[in-house]
């Protein structure tokens, strides 16, 4: 695998490049970028430039096209850019080409995430599955690293050095991978005993797009000290906690976050974590409300979700975490343009389609602790209706919220 880029001493120089394909609009392909450049810099580099091209297909060879890419290759030269990354995954010969031409590190957007899960994981589960997906990334992508010893020319008896070195690391990354899969397998009968020998508590599971405040929720409800960060993929390894609300108990899972175009072979090694998500009676889907492109990223959780469940659909609640983060561009009274969603304030936005396409649902704010005991009292009562059936005989007999805190909530939403 190419070195990590956060073990530099100082950062390393990023251009990014991002290829708008068929009616994607140029301001889609920035948001994208932007996420990108966020990825950067929590891999510890910084990005210093950007370029985009419109093409109806990429370039079978290098991905974008030989003028843009003799662009690209100038800029490099001058500024002496240590990494070229690419937003979408280029196939092991495009790789190829597009670092013989610019004559510097090239990195997808597959590599990079692989990269930062690999900065990210700290227990030997999750670090077991990041060297997985990296095995299974760099397997067909071996033989670019064999240049300098270029395969002799010739017939029969005449293959270089080069060719069986190259069979000689694919055996060890095989050999590797067959390795980390059984030593996986154990980890997954592990994980199930552990999660057998929690009885049959009620478990919830918190799932969402990377960043949008999980980790921070996961605290809030458990009082515990899981890591939280303003980074991409600050959490890898999924916390279970025993969480007390009166006197329900009930178990809380924190799960690793999603993102758009997330590498599939993570999908595939981190199947014990993505295991919690499957067994939960119900999934707390965390939406950053603040982020423009919400929507979006709800749209992308749903797709991961349909992959990992199938038609095993899960009771879920949205709650649309940050709202002391969000803000909207009030029209003026003489402007007879449509209202689009930045111009709608969060009063107005639950009152489209937000809250009746997604119900139920909580607005609230994690770090401030809005809408907090409302929270709760949703949670508590979705759980309360699954306990009922798994234990009809042991039904608390007491109201948790009396008058007062129903006043407190007059506001509240569900």
């Known amino acids: 695998m190419p070195k990590d880029i956060t073990t ?10 991002g290829v708008i394909l068929g009616r994607q609009s140029e301001e889609t392909a920035e948001e994208y970028l932007d996420e990108l450049e966020f990825l950067v810099d929590t ?8 370029f985009t091209q419109k093409l109806d297909k990429p370039d079978k060879t290098t991905f974008i096209g030989k003028g843009k890419l003799e662009e690209v290759k100038e800029y490099i030269s001058e500024h002496e850019i240590d990494i070229l990354i690419f937003d979408d995954e280029l196939s092991p010969s495009q ?34 599955q990041v060297e997985l997906a990296q095995y299974q990334y760099l397997l067909p992508r071996l033989a670019g690293m064999w240049t300098h010893l270029e395969r002799q020319k010739g017939g029969i008896g005449m293959k270089g050095p080069g060719e069986r070195e190259i069979e000689t690391d ?11 899969k059984k030593k996986l397998e154990q980890i997954d009968k592990q994980k199930a005993t552990q999660r057998s020998n929690r009885g049959s508590l009620v478990r919830v599971a918190l799932v969402g797009y990377t960043n949008v405040g999980k980790s921070t929720i996961m605290n809030m409800l458990s009082k515990s000290e899981v890591f939280a960060e303003d980074k991409l993929f600050a959490t890898l390894d999924t916390t279970v906690r025993k969480v007390v609300i009166e006197t329900l108990p009930f178990l809380l899972s924190d799960t690793v976050g999603f993102i758009r175009k997330l590498p599939h072979h993570l999908i595939d090694s981190f199947k014990s974590t993505l295991d919690e998500v499957r067994e939960a009676d119900i999934l707390l889907h965390v939406v950053d409300i603040s982020h423009p492109n919400f929507e979006e990223q709800i749209a992308v959780v749903k797709e991961t979700l349909n992959d990992i469940l199938g038609e095993d659909q899960k009771e879920t609640i949205m ?28 009063e107005e936005l639950k009152q489209t389609w937000m809250a009746q396409e997604n119900a139920p649902c909580i607005f609230i704010s994690a770090k401030k602790k809005e809408n907090f005991e409302r929270f709760r009292r949703i949670l508590y009562e979705h759980v309360l209706a699954i306990h009922k059936v798994r234990y009809p005989y042991d039904v608390p007999l007491y109201k948790p919220w009396g008058i007062d805190d129903e006043s407190k909530d007059e506001d509240a939403e569900v």
């Open 170 to 180: 694919r055996r060890i990354v095989r050999d590797r991978i067959a390795l980390l």
């Open 8 to 17: 530099a001493k100082e950062k390393e120089k990023v251009v990014l490049v």
């Open 95 to 128: 790789q190829r080409n597009v670092e013989k031409a610019v004559k510097c590190r090239v990195l997808d957007r597959s590599n990079l995430i692989l990269d930062i899960f690999a900065l990210r994981a700290r227990s030997a589960n999750a670090r077991t």
């Open 43 to 50: 891999a510890g580099g910084v990005a210093l430039k950007r």
């Open 319 to 346: 709650v649309f975490n940050k709202i002391d983060n969000y803000s909207f561009v009030e029209k003026e009274e003489d402007d007879l343009t449509p209202a689009t969603k930045e111009n709608l304030s969060l």
